[in-house]
């Protein structure tokens, strides 16, 4: 049953069509009495025919409506009018209709015009869609027809072939050439096999495999066809087509490729939300465990009997905190103090102090001049650049040489869209070693948290230096890659894009207790890091306000804002994190001092807030001294 829609602004008219329809067998979808509703109905609808009044109030009359339905939905329209007017027949043929029904409508006119409209539109697509597929198969498949033998000799072949391999197809038929001539040795197994189930009565076939054009290039064909085999099972001879599939063979790869880092992409950043929030939770006990350690030996001097157990736990959960750094610098929005940087300074700096413990490694560095600049966490990139030299030197055990560079370059749109970056210039820095190198099943799991080849219980980790170094340079907005082939070494690739920011040195905070006076504002929904924290900063001289979250925190600076010389906010808290507390904050006092403090950052938001104009940030856990000297900094800049 066709579907029909009825569009007239007269409401009678339009019942007493939608009743004749009805009672002619066709579905009248609905009832539209202006262009606007047509529109809104045909899309909702998709009937296969509208009659369609020419003159209707409203913006749009009859004859816009139909242009947009005919043009967005390719729905026939018939317009319908009690109007003769020459000028308004123009205008109406001008939007292409399918009919022209004048007003009062008589039956057998109404069922001719919507049938054939409706042939027409049935006629139309199939033609369309064989066209279609015509078109795709004469363009994209440049059949070859041929003949031959199992020997490999061609009978014939027509003369497209010179337009595939380059090699006339003279050169076949007269035998100068046969086809195992031309196809890479290694498929011509696949042939022969063929011919071997055509002897057990599996006569057709489809196969793809590659030919060497005359050219030299690298093809992939696809051929079917027919094995003709004798009563005694003798092949007799071969017949079928083939085309040039290379450009599909080459899409579907790319495809793959694409889906594979898609795949990977994923893996890594859900593992690294989970290894942000263990890192997190445990950064905030290490505070505990820090904080309190550092109090007890600001109350003893060194010959105290357990003062170097003390300074033992300190060293401890500093080293706690350089793994959960690893685990941050996976993790994603892990970066935090991103400054201008020149990385061949970075560069000279960590290879030398790596070049002084690895005598046996020769450290060759080629630096690119006017080196751009980019915008990193330098702590974070140093580690990067650390856990490749040392992945390096595990690959050359006995000594090799090492080599880096840096190169200034810009990235097209092709190379960086697989990793959903923007085109432009980036900063290359290249680390080449020449120790054993990886096969491809290492190679591709490189970047894979926890994955090592190592044996387990050497003691020499466990496999998460290099899924960090991934974590850095892809929070930095970076590309990293590895090219290496078993037994010829590895060559590491990263590119993280340059900045237009300049280079600001900053002077050194001295290795002491800063104290002072103030009163500060300490926030945190953490009971045993509220504990310590007061303790510590009341052992460093200041008056201490404690809230538990950050509306308490709001309802206390509200009050006592004049007496508050600093708000240390925690960036991570449930209901009202930090950051929205800062802007509360900073609407009530635009010149508020707030440092901000955490376990990590979730996708850039330590940053994001620095960016608003908070004053600095301290990673958990944190010295004493360097608590104490941030404070002094942010307190005295006026």
């Given at each position: 049953m066709h579907k029909v829609l009825v569009t007239d602004d007269e409401a009678y008219i339009a019942t007493q069509i939608e009743e004749r329809l009805t009672s002619m067998g066709y579905d009248v979808v609905g009832v539209a009495s202006s262009g606007e509703e047509a529109i809104d109905m045909s899309r909702t609808f998709v009937p296969d025919l509208v009659l369609m009044d020419i003159v209707m109030p409203g913006k749009l009359n009859g004859i816009g409506a139909a242009r947009i339905i005919k043009d967005e939905l390719d729905i026939p329209v018939i317009f319908l009018t009690a109007y003769t007017e020459d000028q308004l027949i123009d205008e109406a043929k001008n939007a292409e209709p399918f009919g022209y029904i004048v007003k009062p409508l008589q039956e057998r006119e109404i069922k001719a015009a919507i049938e054939i409209a409706i042939h027409k539109k049935d006629v139309d697509r199939q033609l369309h869609e064989s066209e279609?597929?015509?078109?795709?198969?004469?363009?994209?498949?440049?059949?070859?027809?041929?003949?031959?033998?199992?020997?490999f000799?061609?009978?014939?072949?027509?003369?497209?072939?010179?337009?595939?391999t380059g090699y006339s197809s003279e050169d076949f038929n007269s035998r100068k050439l046969k086809w195992s001539d031309i196809v890479i040795e290694d498929d011509i197994q696949k042939i022969v096999e063929d011919f071997t189930n055509a002897l057990k009565g599996d006569?057709?076939?489809?196969?793809?495999?590659?030919?060497?054009?005359?050219?030299?290039?690298?093809?992939?064909?696809?051929?079917?066809?027919?094995?003709?085999c004798d009563d005694q099972r003798e092949i007799l001879f071969v017949s079928g087509v083939f085309s040039d599939i290379t450009h599909h063979i080459r899409v579907e790869e790319e495809k793959r490729r694409l889906e594979d880092k898609l795949h990977q992409a994923r893996k890594m950043e859900s593992i690294g939300i989970l290894a942000g929030g263990i890192a997190h939770d445990f950064n905030n006990l290490l505070m505990g465990i820090q904080g309190n350690a550092s109090l007890t030996l600001l109350d003893m001097d060194s010959t105290y009997p357990g003062y170097e157990r003390l300074k033992n736990i300190e060293?401890?959960?500093?080293?706690?905190?350089?793994?959960?750094?690893?685990?941050?610098?996976?993790?994603?929005?892990?970066?935090?103090?991103?400054k201008p940087t020149d990385m061949n300074e970075l560069i000279k700096k960590s290879s030398s102090m790596f070049g002084r413990t690895r005598k046996e490694i020769k450290i060759y560095r080629k630096y690119q001049e006017d080196i751009w600049t980019v915008e990193v966490d330098q702590g974070q990139i140093e580690?990067?650049?650390l856990n490749l030299y040392v992945n390096a030197s595990q690959a050359m055990p006995g000594g090799g040489n090492l080599y880096l560079q840096t190169e200034n370059i810009t990235l097209d749109e092709n190379?960086?869209?697989?990793?959903?970056?923007?085109p432009g210039r980036y900063v290359k820095i290249s680390l080449t070693d020449s120790g054993v190198g990886m096969d491809e099943e290492t190679k591709d799991r490189i970047f894979d948290p926890f994955f090592t080849t190592k044996e387990m219980g050497s003691g020499k980790g466990i496999g998460l230096g290099l899924a960090s170094v991934y974590g850095i340079i892809t929070n930095h907005g970076g590309i990293i890659n590895v090219q290496s082939k078993k037994g010829e070494g590895a060559t590491f690739n990263i590119y993280l894009p340059a900045s237009e920011s300049e280079i600001i040195t900053e002077k050194k905070l001295p290795e002491k207790f800063l104290r002072g006076t103030e009163t500060v504002l300490f926030v945190d929904d953490e009971k045993f890091i509220i504990s310590i924290s007061e303790d510590i900063l009341k052992k460093l001289g200041y008056t201490v306000l404690i809230a538990r979250n950050g509306k308490e925190a709001i309802e206390i600076y509200k009050e006592k804002q004049d007496d508050i010389d600093m708000v240390l906010l925690d960036m991570i808290m449930?209901?009202?994190g930090g950051g929205e507390t800062y802007d509360i904050l900073k609407k009530i006092n635009p010149d508020i001092k707030v440092l901000l403090s955490s376990g990590y950052s979730i996708e850039g938001q330590a940053t994001e807030i620095l960016e608003r104009g908070c004053d600095g940030f301290i990673q958990k856990p944190f010295k004493i001294e360097h608590l104490s000297q941030i404070m002094r900094r942010i307190l005295e800049d006026k």
């Open positions: 279609k597929k015509y078109r795709l198969l004469v363009s994209n498949i440049p059949c070859v027809v041929f003949t031959g033998y199992k020997d000799s061609v009978d014939f072949i027509d003369d497209k072939v010179e337009e595939l006569k057709k076939y489809s196969r793809k495999y590659r030919i060497k054009s005359k050219e030299g290039e690298i093809l992939w064909i696809w051929e079917k066809g027919q094995i003709t060293q401890y959960t500093q080293n706690g905190a350089e793994l959960t750094g690893q685990l941050l610098g996976f993790a994603r929005g892990g970066k935090y103090e991103v580690q990067t650049l190379y960086v869209k697989p990793y959903d970056l923007e449930p209901e009202m």
